[in-house]
């Protein structure tokens, strides 16, 4: 099955700054690769997503970036604030129908005021 | 108006007793999920339902039981509850076949066994 890994686990940054967090997967199937917000007591919420058809993706101060052959992908939030803090997950999907997303560990963002 | 709502949002019960936490979507999706959520964080599949087939059971035990009325209800029914089945668990839901917009979480049920 599809392995995902996330790094960093925990990322700090000044509020103003930009954060990358970066994962590989396994399954070179993999289609779709979407990335979750989770604040503090509540369930994960999509950000931004993107097919491997596609190379970057952007909304505003974020942006996907996906690498088929080296099969990784990456978030970038440009100009921090500290609303940004929270856990940050990507997944990736590779079966048809309702097979399950995997999702990476999570990197804790820390925007530091 | 809640896209997914599962209660109860806080579940504290004792080991060894039976306990159920329902979920709720009205997006008219296909597929439901549970996920669980552990103390670090990592979410792990536990459960798929399309159209009230079950389509995925990741190695759960058989204490774990996904219940679903109809297509829009999936609860999760738990026996003889253990110290470490406490955790979040999450219900979610997507269109069937179709990713776009990937899946809607409910708000999680934090489940504490004592």
């Known amino acids: 099955g599809e392995n995902v890994e996330q790094h960093p686990s925990t990322l700090s940054v000044q509020e103003g700054d930009s954060a990358v967090i970066k994962c590989t997967y396994s399954?070179?199937?993999?289609?779709?690769f979407p990335w979750y917000k989770q604040e503090l007591g509540k369930g994960p919420q999509l950000i931004i997503d993107i097919r491997s058809n596609v190379g970057e993706k952007k909304d505003q101060r974020i942006a996907v970036t996906l690498n088929k052959t080296a099969k990784h992908f990456s978030l970038h939030i440009t100009e921090t604030q500290p609303e940004d803090s929270a856990v940050y997950f990507c997944?990736?999907?590779?079966?048809?129908?309702?097979?399950?997303?995997?999702f990476g560990k999570g990197t804790h963002l820390i925007i530091q005021p | 108006d809640t896209a997914v709502s599962q209660t109860p949002k806080y579940l504290v019960t004792q080991m060894g007793n039976d306990k159920s936490i329902k979920c709720e979507q009205n997006l008219g999706h296909d597929t439901m999920y549970w996920y669980k959520q552990d103390s670090k964080k990592f979410l792990k599949i536990m459960f798929s339902?399309?159209?009230?087939?079950?389509?995925i059971n990741e190695t759960v035990p058989n204490r774990f039981s996904p219940k679903s009325p109809d297509k829009a209800h999936l609860n999760l029914h738990i026996n003889s509850l253990e110290l470490g089945d406490s955790a979040v668990y999450f219900c979610?839901?997507?269109?069937?076949?179709?990713?776009?917009?990937?899946?809607?979480f409910g708000s999680g049920t934090r489940l504490t066994v004592v």
């Open positions: 979610a839901s997507s269109p069937y076949g179709q990713l776009i917009g990937g899946y809607t």
């Open positions: 997944a990736a999907y590779s079966g048809g129908g309702a097979d399950g997303l995997t």
């Open positions: 339902y399309n159209n009230k087939e079950l389509i």
């Open positions: 399954d070179s199937a993999s289609n779709y």
